[in-house]
């Protein structure tokens, strides 16, 4: 029996040094064990990975690793070693060796060793995915001024693969994440990495909880309450590290009363089928992709959509909401601050203009389906505020084919475009909003086109005069749309 000793949990180098090496010499996978060294982890020069039996292997050596593997193994493994199951580093071996004689493996996703290595992969990715979602910093101070801490205990071990997305998110904030396996430090230039540590060493109480607590009642939605989802995305074991869970029972019990007030669908769960297409769909270039068929598809392939950068430093995708057959449709830019957060279009200070006007107007924005060009909040840190960027020309092309889709499923008779980068994205080119508002232009969807005012647009126009005529000339704008789309 060959033993092998990683140096740490997450040693994926030393695995696939080690992989190799045993590989080159046809040791197979039933009669080797893999085991981590208890003692070195990642943080103190890791001892290097032994055979036991062999001893140290030298990656330079003949015998080393002459054999190429297909890139969609090595991406998936280093997910797989992620993952707390014990199994993990047998089973990525038992795979390597029979890639040998099976070149195409990884492409059988019936065959129980690739299907368990996606599912542990998978399970990675969740975990990485609430690990996003759900850390909560609490405000402490030491020497060197304020700093943020956050307690997080992801399902599997994430946290450094995680913590560059962090270091975007809060650049200009010191931070550390502390969790069991590891913790993240950010110092606003560097990233470093110490072992895990004990619940006991993050601070208990502070003034962004209360902030937290408000945030999440005020978008907690009664009518979407699905308990069962809602503990699937927020499973309990994260609710203790969360200063908002505190409200959730209270919430719930209130959930019935607040839903009767309110008209709106509770989602379904997109299934299993839609998800995978929609991942697809999402990494294709979009002469490739096949096109989103169900608002549900839109949904799951923004969540998932790589199609520019833009997703790295947003909370999440914002698709449009609203009927799905409406006979009219608005488009604005990109979600800000508040809705990304929210993950609902118009939600903030330009939606409340925008609420506003359309009830001036006698349009039932229930009745209407809202949406963006860009589904991703493009921004950037000053301080710990996030400032809204314009999308540019090569994020609305690659946003369109979310626009698209949306446009073909709704098919409304109408389409609102709600400033420059909305007409951009609807009619493929610049269309000043002086020139052409206040009258409807054909598109060749059979819809027909009404350019206006982006209401944040309205509130920025500094000399009240003009502002209060652009409203009027907005309010109008959206009158003569809804009486087109009658
Ligand atoms: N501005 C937009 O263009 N869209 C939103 O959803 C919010 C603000």
């Known amino acids: 029996m060959e033993v092998v000793r990683l140096a740490h949990e997450t040693d994926f180098a030393g695995w696939r040094q080690a992989a190799r090496a045993l590989r080159a010499r046809h040791v197979a996978p039933d009669t080797t064990l893999w085991t981590v060294d208890g003692q070195a982890n990642l943080f103190d020069g890791a001892s290097p990975s032994e055979i036991a039996s062999e001893g140290p292997i030298d990656p330079r050596s003949e015998t080393a690793g002459r054999f190429t593997v297909p890139k969609a193994f090595v991406d998936l493994s280093a997910k797989v070693i992620l993952h707390r199951s014990d199994e993990r580093f047998a089973l990525l071996y038992r795979l390597l060796w029979r890639l040998q004689d099976q070149p195409s493996l990884m492409h059988i996703a019936s065959d129980p060793d690739v299907g368990r290595a996606q599912g542990f992969a998978g399970e990675v990715s969740r975990a990485a995915h609430k690990m996003k ?44 994440i502390l969790t069991p396996d590891a913790c993240v430090h950010w110092d606003m ?13 993050a601070p208990a109480e502070d003034a962004l909880e209360d902030y937290w607590r408000t945030y999440y009642a005020s978008i907690f939605n009664p009518a979407r309450l699905k308990i069962g989802a809602m503990q699937k995305e927020m499973p309990k074991r994260y609710w203790r590290n969360l200063p908002e869970a505190a409200l959730i ?30 991942i697809r769909n999402s990494r294709d270039a979009p002469w490739e992709g096949q096109a989103a068929t169900s608002l549900e598809e839109v949904a799951a392939g923004v969540d998932h959509c790589r199609r520019c950068d833009l997703w790295r430093d947003a909370t999440q995708g914002v698709v449009g909401e609203g009927p799905g057959k409406a006979k009219l449709l608005f488009v604005g830019e990109q979600p800000g601050d508040q809705e990304d957060l929210a993950g609902k279009p118009f939600v903030g200070p330009a939606g409340q203009v925008f609420n506003k006007a359309l009830a001036e107007a006698g349009v039932p924005r229930t009745e209407t389906y809202v949406t963006n060009a860009v589904k991703h909040f493009k921004h950037e840190l000053r301080g710990k505020r996030r400032i809204h960027q314009t999308p540019n020309a090569g994020e609305v092309t690659a946003c369109r084919w979310w626009l698209d889709a949306e446009r073909r499923i709704v098919r409304p008779r109408v ?22 508002r206040g009258q409807p232009i054909q598109l060749s969807d059979q819809a027909q086109g009404v350019v206006t005012y982006h209401p944040s647009y309205l509130l920025r126009l500094p000399d009240e005069a003009a502002k209060a005529k652009a409203y009027a000339a907005f309010v109008e704008d959206l009158r003569l749309a809804w009486s087109l789309a009658a």
């Not at 230039?189 to 060493?201: K, N, R, V, Y």
């Not at 019935?256 to 299993?272: F, I, K, L, Y």
């Open 249 to 278: 029972p209270e919430l719930i019990a209130q959930a019935q009363g607040r839903t009767d007030t309110m008209v709106r669908q509770a989602p379904t769960e997109p299934s299993r089928r839609v998800v995978k297409a929609a």
């Open 133 to 176: 979602a759900f850390v909560r910093f609490r405000q402490t101070s030491d020497e060197d001024g304020e700093a943020f801490v956050a307690w997080f205990e992801p399902a599997h071990r994430v946290a450094e693969a995680t913590a560059p997305f962090f270091a975007r998110r809060f650049a200009n904030m010191r931070f550390s």
């Open 189 to 201: 230039t560097e990233l470093a990495f110490t072992p895990g540590a004990d619940p006991a060493d």
């Open 415 to 436: 389409i609102v475009t709600l400033g420059a980068t909305a007409g951009l994205a609807v009619f493929g080119k610049p269309t000043p909003i002086g020139k052409f």
